[in-house]
Structures are given as C-alpha cells and as structure tokens.
C-alpha cells in the first residue's frame, strides 16, 4: 500500500499546509504584562487606594468577619451590663463621650481609692469611648443608641452638649426598670471618701444642693425652698435612686420638663432646670432626701470659701469642680488643690493611662 495514501495531512505543520497569516497570529509570543507604563499604573491605583480606603466605611455585614476585636460591644446591652457589674444590686453611672475621657480616668482613681470601682458602669455616649473602655477594662462600659457626635458634646451651653445631657434621665430611668440602685456622677468629681455610708435611710431620691452660701452643719434634709427662678437650685450632677416608683416617677417628670423647653439659640438650656422642676412638682408624692453640704459641697463653695474648707475639714467626700467653664480651667483648678489625679497617679485607674 502506498506511503502517500496512508499519511495523516491533518497533523502537518509545515508551512505547506497553512496560510502565511495563521502561522503568523499562533507564533505571536505573549505580551509582556510587567512592562514600565503598567507598572507606573498599578503603582498610582495602589496610592490611591491607599489614600481612599481609611475614609471609605463599609456597611456592617458587608463582611464575611469583622477583624474588629471590639465590634463584639455593639451588640451589649445596659441589661447585660448592668447584670455584670452591679454588685449588691447596686450601680455607679456616668455618661461619657470621648472628650471627657481624661476627667473619667481621673473620677475613676478616686472612687477605686475607695475601693468602690468595681461596681461602675461607664455608659458611653460614642463608639470611641465604648471601645477604649471596654478594651482596657472589659464590661464596664455600654453604649445606648444612637450613638452622639463626640466633637458636639462638650461645649457647655451648645446643642450637642444639651443633647448629652438631656439623655441622663431615660439612662437612669433604664436602670431603675431593671430593679437597681444607681447613682449618677459627673465626671468632673473627685472621690474623697466613700458616699454610700451618707445614703441613711430608705429615700426614693437623693441629691445635693447647687447654692454656694453657707448651711448650718444640722441644715434641714427636706428639698430647699425655690429661688428667685421659681425652683430649686439641686446639681443633677450627683444622685442616688432606689428603683421605687417614686424615683421612676421623677425621672419621668424630667424628661417631660426636657421635652417641653429644649435647647434652643435664645435659650440655651441644660438638663438642670428640668430635674429641679421634676423634683418641686412630684415632691408631696416621692420621699426625697438632701445630702449634707459639708460632705457634698459645690463648687462655688469648696473653691471659694478657703474658711469655710478650714471650718468643716475632715468631712468632705465627693468635690465637683463646677462653678467653671472650659475644660483646661477645670484641670488646672483640680491640679491647684492637688485633685488632678492623673498626672502622677494612672496606675491606680482601672483604665490606665489614657
């Protein structure tokens, strides 16, 4: 049989049996990716990026994980919280936002002085402070949606710090539906002895005065008389509650009373002519009690009565430094009577040095 009959032309590659122009596409070596002009582009995408991605947020659940250690806090709920940190049944409470951190840690080392700060529960007012807390001190601090602007929050008498204030009431309303005591401090105190033995008897409320004049020693414990506004001038910077209905009843009132005058350019209030008006309008109804000035004194008097100090030293236990404005005022005040804790003193705070 012939050679030729039996030969496969199918399989020839010579150049016989192709056009010029198919051997020419098929021997075409491949381009070269890595060549100078992409690699300036690849370079300008990779800056770009770099300079885009810190500002782009991506939606929660975009994700199939969250490389965030603390995301876990989003979903802590006061009642988790609260059923972690109250210790016999009882809860100390501040709201903070970033900018107060550094008065929080100061606050903090007083109160761990007295060996109370294991039952303090931080509610944080933005997702910062809610992080830094709970990484350097686990479980002790809640956020309460929505979460506020951390920048608008400080400024005393803007909107944003009305706003701040004007949530303390349904914070402490929470807890007491959750069946706890709680007291509520500002973080511009300073502990400078354990309160809780003051808190005599079985009282719906307690509360110190705001009025910086001069009580007798054995001054009356009943709600003070109104002043020339119509009210009375109680700080709602320091309060203790018992979850009676008494006590829920005022937090109520307050609420209402910060519904009825909000904030406005005119009138630029806060939330303390609200719980004055809460607790002059329920008083014949809730068992109040007012704490002794000598142990709970203002501002206005501790900072300003240098006699008045000497007179009832030995007996003062938690000093505001209000009657100032400006947060570099307050520390400088505090570092001038030796209350500026947190220079010399952070490893006492269960937070650290912040």
């Given at each position: 049989?012939?050679?030729?009959?039996?030969q496969?032309?199918?399989?020839?590659?010579?150049?016989?049996?192709?056009?010029?122009?198919?051997?020419?596409n098929?021997?075409k070596?491949?381009?070269?990716f890595l060549t100078r002009?992409?690699?300036?582009?690849?370079?300008?995408?990779?800056?770009?990026l770099g300079?885009?991605?810190?500002?782009?947020?991506?939606?929660?659940?975009?994700?199939?994980f969250?490389?965030?250690?603390?995301?876990?806090?989003?979903?802590?709920?006061l009642s988790?919280?609260?059923?972690?940190?109250?210790?016999?049944?009882?809860?100390?409470?501040c709201?903070?936002?970033e900018?107060y951190?550094?008065?929080?840690n100061n606050w903090?080392?007083?109160?761990?002085r007295?060996k109370?700060?294991?039952?303090v529960?931080?509610?944080?007012?933005?997702?910062?402070?809610?992080?830094?807390?709970?990484e350097?001190?686990?479980?002790?601090?809640?956020?309460?949606?929505?979460?506020?602007e951390?920048?608008?929050?400080?400024?005393?008498?803007?909107?944003?710090?009305?706003?701040?204030?004007?949530?303390?009431?349904?914070?402490?309303?929470?807890?007491?539906?959750?069946?706890?005591?709680?007291?509520?401090?500002?973080?511009?105190m300073?502990w400078?002895?354990?309160?809780?033995?003051?808190?005599?008897?079985?009282?719906?409320?307690y509360?110190?005065?705001?009025?910086?004049?001069v009580?007798?020693?054995?001054?009356?414990h009943?709600?003070?008389?109104p002043?020339?506004?119509?009210?009375?001038?109680?700080?709602?910077c320091m309060?203790?509650?018992?979850?009676?209905?008494g006590?829920?009843?005022?937090?109520?009132?307050?609420?209402?009373?910060?519904?009825?005058?909000?904030?406005?350019?005119?009138?630029?209030?806060?939330d303390?002519?609200?719980?004055?008006?809460?607790?002059?309008?329920?008083?014949?109804?809730?068992d109040?009690y007012?704490?002794p000035?000598?142990?709970?004194?203002?501002?206005?008097?501790?900072?300003?009565?240098?006699?008045?100090?000497?007179?009832?030293?030995?007996?003062?236990?938690?000093?505001?430094?209000?009657?100032?404005?400006?947060?570099?005022k307050?520390i400088?005040?505090?570092?001038?009577?030796?209350?500026?804790l947190?220079?010399?003193?952070?490893?006492e705070?269960?937070?650290g040095?912040?």
């Amino acid at each position: 049989m012939s050679s030729v009959r039996h030969q496969r032309t199918g399989h020839n590659f010579s150049t016989g049996a192709y056009p010029a122009r198919f051997l020419q596409n098929y021997q075409k070596p491949a381009t070269n990716f890595l060549t100078r002009t992409n690699l300036i582009l690849l370079l300008a995408l990779l800056i770009i990026l770099g300079v885009l991605i810190p500002w782009i947020q991506v939606p929660e659940g975009f994700l199939m994980f969250d490389s965030n250690p603390n995301s876990k806090w989003r979903d802590y709920t006061l009642s988790d919280a609260a059923a972690r940190v109250a210790q016999n049944n009882t809860l100390i409470v501040c709201a903070v936002s970033e900018a107060y951190l550094p008065f929080l840690n100061n606050w903090l080392i007083s109160i761990a002085r007295q060996k109370q700060h294991e039952k303090v529960l931080v509610i944080a007012e933005d997702y910062v402070t809610l992080y830094k807390v709970n990484e350097r001190w686990p479980g002790h601090a809640v956020l309460a949606p929505p979460a506020l602007e951390a920048a608008a929050a400080h400024k005393f008498g803007s909107q944003g710090f009305f706003n701040f204030t004007a949530r303390r009431p349904r914070h402490l309303l929470n807890i007491l539906e959750l069946g706890y005591n709680v007291m509520y401090n500002d973080v511009d105190m300073v502990w400078l002895a354990d309160p809780f033995p003051y808190l005599q008897g079985e009282h719906d409320v307690y509360f110190m005065d705001d009025m910086a004049f001069v009580k007798p020693l054995n001054h009356s414990h009943s709600l003070p008389p109104p002043g020339k506004k119509g009210r009375p001038y109680i700080c709602s910077c320091m309060i203790f509650l018992r979850p009676t209905d008494g006590a829920k009843l005022i937090m109520k009132k307050w609420i209402e009373e910060l519904q009825a005058e909000p904030w406005s350019k005119a009138k630029k209030a806060n939330d303390q002519p609200g719980f004055n008006w809460a607790l002059m309008k329920t008083a014949g109804q809730v068992d109040l009690y007012l704490l002794p000035q000598a142990a709970f004194p203002t501002g206005g008097l501790y900072f300003r009565n240098k006699t008045w100090v000497k007179e009832t030293k030995g007996m003062h236990v938690i000093i505001h430094n209000n009657y100032i404005v400006g947060f570099e005022k307050k520390i400088k005040r505090f570092r001038d009577y030796g209350l500026w804790l947190v220079d010399d003193h952070a490893s006492e705070s269960p937070l650290g040095t912040l």
